[in-house]
């Protein structure tokens, strides 16, 4: 197993601590999967008591043994009950009540919240610190940009296996089905982590002619038609024919890291509109590699992208048929599918260094159907690097 | 499309009122995906308000199309603006504040209810309804069982499947990658939805030798390696071997509903302590077959369950590896995975008819492996009747 190296834990701590510290937070309860993983290396059915300063304290449910086998972090406190949290934050802060706690409130329960605020925490102040965690897993470390390289060469394999699959008469859900089999071959781990209530993101959207411009439910520029209504994305039972465009959309999962790419394929030539949509898609991708350096605005980087496709003239159907389209053009991207940075109007993140982003300009025409490609990008400060192995041209295979 | 009956959403959502009325609730907040598709028959960004008596009110922000084509519910309001929330509660309720609300507080983020209560809805008491709904979705119709039956039927496909793959020389993780194909290909919708935080099952367990016994950190009995510490859990790289016996643990999905099913392979005659093992699963389940009728309180019928095993001398390693295992032999299961009954200690719910669960005894023996078998069940006037169709024998490849 690929475990996270301690020096890796050791410097994402002291970089949280440095912003509770700014943020008079004294200690943080990190609860959640996602956030465990990145912070200890492991996810257990733990608490993760970080202080402001000095060691964090590491409490787990279960299992002990296999929290032991891939945390640097030592010791390892089995936590028979809720009740000793108390006692563990007075020893990690080495101060009692009253204090400031910071949790995840973005993704914790409210009834679970309520539990801590009253009946574990009642003399403490409980604030969100889920800003300040993201702040922190949004800057990828080379460790982290290597298992992101890893994911892309997953997204790669699947992307070379398309050919192999994609021909007249098969059915959409069975090439999703070939192109499942050919990433978990590869060592995909199955699902994504998303922290955004009710988003459910399973292994992409592959999507094919007209249909492929259903419109979404969920925030991303396509839908697909899916195959019922209790989870209406995706692909459909639709059967492949001669000029379809195939949008190949992956979320491939290395280690916890994600790789989103898409990239289009097309049974003969494809349609005018969407070759046309195309070529101006890699213009963006151009452009955008230029210009999302560090110090860059988020914001601005999405109005400039919007003039450049206004200019051309093409703004509609752009990120979603009719007027549904989302306004975003670009999603952190890393642990969770919806991380920071977004290249989004109205945001204000300045990029940095190591940030990284899934960014995917797209047409989706109805009636005719969904063209465009998309990468996930790292800021360096020569501008956003591609992280993705696979050739961009649109495939038209006989 | 298998389109949820518009007779199926105004049964469920009278029930659901009678309970709202019983608990002064004037109207409940529905946010939650799974929730959305049980009360509306469609999954869309929405809220669905249902007043203690009258009509709903269901208000989509994307796609109020695709809403329209899934939901029976009329109309389908557009929904521009967080802020048209309030005067919509009042038009359903025909009351304004004070008044009681109810939201699915057991799963809705702690910032989103903040944003509820106090930017919202400032007048009026927001109350946990999560217990409600779970309550009503416990008991399910006729046209639910239908649906669990063609989970049951995908179920049946991925262990009829099993033969053809396992063989002495494979690697686990392959095996898992064409039992998904599999199940894929037979239409499972790929993913399960789980209640509980921090909960995260993917396809299930496919488990085999002594690795099998891994202890698991997330409340199953058994946990397996995995190939990651990001989700330490179910198949790993491990090569299948000649005496392997290799557990087939699946939770598919068919329209949203569920079924979880575990199946025992054996490549050659499986070690004697987990045939042992085996024979007493089957005593278990024949037992409960005829204990759980409508009445049986379900904490009741853990405990007597416990005492047959205690009898027979074989609680060590049950239920989970060494002193590890899980205080449960059943969970609800329908829309996900955790739904109510649980067969589990202290438990006091009244079994009544039309309520589902799986049923899984199974022993986890560190150094030899895993055995037992799982049905998920409906409870009947006559006792508990498995939906699964596929044979319960130890099944011993040559």
Redesign the interface.
């Known amino acids: ?4 190296p301690s020096s890796e834990i050791a410097a994402r701590i002291v970089a949280f601590q440095r912003l509770l510290g700014s943020q008079q937070v004294d200690a943080a309860l990190i ?3 996602t956030d465990l ?1 990145y912070f200890s ?6 608490f993760l008591i970080i202080p402001a300063s000095g060691p964090p304290v590491f409490a787990v449910r ?2 002990v ?3 032991e086998q ?1 945390t640097p972090l030592r010791p390892v406190i089995p936590l028979e009950s809720l009740k000793q949290l108390p006692s563990l934050v007075d020893e990690a802060t080495g101060r009692s009540s009253p204090r400031t706690l910071g ?1 995840e ?9 309520f539990f801590f605020d009253e009946k574990l925490f009642p003399k403490d102040r409980l604030v ?1 610190v ?1 800003g300040l965690i993201r702040h922190t897993r949004s800057l990828k470390s080379s460790w982290e940009l290597d298992m992101m390289r890893g994911a892309a060469r997953i997204s790669d394999t699947v992307a070379r296996a398309v050919p192999q699959f994609l021909r007249e008469g098969v059915r959409e ?2 090439l ?3 192109l ?2 050919t990433a ?2 590869a ?1 995909h ?3 994504s982590r998303v922290r955004g ?2 988003l ?1 993101i ?2 992409g959207h592959v999507l094919s002619g007209p249909e492929a411009a ?6 991303h520029p396509t ?1 697909g038609p ?7 994305q995706g692909s459909g039972f639709r059967t492949l024919r001669r000029g379809d465009l195939v949008s190949v959309d992956t979320m491939l ?1 290395h ?3 994600l790789n989103d790419q898409t990239r289009n394929f097309s049974l003969g030539p494809p349609h005018a509109v969407l070759q046309d949509r195309y070529a101006l898609c890699r213009e963006l991708h151009l452009w955008l590699r230029e210009h999302a350096v560090p110090g860059a605005v988020t914001g601005e980087l999405y109005d400039q992208l919007l003039d450049v496709v206004r200019k051309a003239d093409r703004l509609e159907h752009f990120m979603g048929p009719n007027d ?1 389209g989302v306004s975003f053009l670009g999603h952190g991207l890393g ?1 969770e599918v919806d991380e920071f940075p977004f290249i989004a109007k109205g945001q204000k993140t300045v990029l940095r260094e190591g940030m990284t982003f899934a960014f995917e300009p797209k047409w989706v025409v109805p009636g005719i159907g969904v063209a465009g490609f998309e990468n996930t990008y790292v800021v360096t400060e020569h501008g956003a690097e591609t992280l993705n192995v696979t050739p961009e041209d649109l495939v038209i295979l006989p």
């Open positions: 197993m690929l475990l996270v609860r959640q999967n993983y290396g492991t996810v257990q059915d733990a279960r299992d043994q296999r929290a891939q949790m409130l973005d993704v914790l329960p409210t009834n679970t919240f969100d889920s859900w069975d999703l089905a070939e499942e089999r978990r071959l060592g781990l199955g699902f209530f009710n459910e399973f292994f259903e419109a979404p439910y969920a925030d839908g899916g195959i019922s209504p209790a989870f209406s999962n280690n916890g890291y549904s642990l």
